[in-house]
C-alpha cells in the first residue's frame, strides 16, 4: 500500500511539472572596467590636450600632411574633439562617474603621435578644486590613418527568367584612431594611466560600378570625426563598468 501512495505522489508530481509554463529570467550584470580607478574617484573633469599651441611647428607639419595625403586639412582637430564627446557620452551612461567638461580650458600639447611631459600637478589640483572633480581626463595625442579598399564580385540575377551576371563593387574605407590618455589624481599625485589606444571603425558599400560603390562610402572627414566620436566611448567603456 505504501508503494502504492510513492507511485501515485510521483505521477502527480509529473503532472505538476509538466503543466508549468516556462519562464525566462533576463539579469542585467555589470561588465567590470580594464582600468582600475580608486573607489573615491567619482567625478572626473575632461579635457582636450592633443592640439599644438600657435608657433608650434607642428601646427605647420599637420597642413603639409593633409596635402600630401589628401585628408582635409584640420579635421584631426574636429575629431579629437568628437571624441572628447564620445567619452563623455560614454561616462554618462555609466552609473560610476560623474563627469563634467571644464569650459573654457585651453590645454595645448604637442599635436603629434609623442606624448607631451605631464601636465604639472598645481595646474591639475587646481582644474580640479574649479570644476569639483576627484581626477582629470586628458586626451592628450590624437592621429588618424584612413586606408581605402576596392573590390569586386561576379553576382547573378533572374532576369526574363535568365541568369544574368554582373559585376558587384565593393567600395571599403578603415578609419583608424590612435588616441592617447592620461588620468591624473591630484590627491595621490599619480597618473593612474597613461597608453595610446587604436581603434578601428570602418564601412563596406556596393554599387553597380566603382564609382557609385565610392560615392555611397561616408565622406572622409565624416568618416574620421565618427571613428573619433568611436574611439572615446572605447575608452569610456575601459576605465568604466558598463
Not at 115 to 136: R, T
Request: charged share 25%; hydrophobic share 35%; glycine share 6%.
Amino acid at each position: 500500500m505504501k508503494q502504492n501512495y510513492i507511485i501515485l505522489f510521483v505521477i502527480i508530481l509529473g503532472i505538476g511539472f509538466f503543466s508549468c509554463k516556462t519562464k525566462s529570467l533576463s539579469v542585467k550584470v555589470l561588465k567590470p572596467a580594464d582600468i582600475f580607478v580608486p573607489a573615491n574617484i567619482k567625478t572626473l573633469a575632461v579635457a582636450n590636450r592633443s592640439l599644438p599651441a600657435k608657433g608650434n611647428g607642428n601646427q605647420f607639419r599637420n597642413v603639409v600632411e593633409g596635402i600630401i595625403s589628401g585628408e582635409e586639412i584640420f579635421v584631426d582637430r574636429e575629431a579629437s574633439e568628437k571624441a572628447i564627446s564620445g567619452l563623455v557620452s560614454g561616462l554618462q551612461n555609466s552609473p560610476r562617474f560623474n563627469v563634467t567638461v571644464p569650459d573654457g580650458l585651453n590645454l595645448k600639447g604637442t599635436g603629434a603621435a609623442t606624448f607631451p611631459a605631464p601636465l604639472n600637478w598645481q595646474k591639475v589640483k587646481q582644474i580640479c578644486n574649479n570644476y569639483s572633480a576627484d581626477a582629470l581626463i586628458l586626451l592628450e595625442t590624437f592621429d588618424s590613418n584612413t586606408s581605402r579598399h576596392l573590390d569586386s564580385q561576379q553576382k547573378t540575377i533572374k532576369k526574363d527568367n535568365k541568369d544574368v551576371t554582373y559585376t558587384e563593387y565593393i567600395a571599403s574605407i578603415d578609419i583608424a584612431v590612435n588616441a592617447g590618455w592620461r588620468i591624473y589624481d591630484p590627491v595621490n599625485r599619480k597618473i593612474i594611466d597613461q597608453n595610446v589606444y587604436v581603434d578601428h571603425k570602418g564601412w563596406d558599400k556596393k554599387g553597380r560600378t566603382k564609382t557609385e560603390a565610392e560615392n555611397n562610402l561616408p565622406k572622409q572627414a565624416d568618416a574620421v570625426k565618427s571613428a573619433g566620436y568611436f574611439s572615446g566611448q572605447r575608452y569610456a567603456r575601459r576605465i568604466s563598468p558598463t
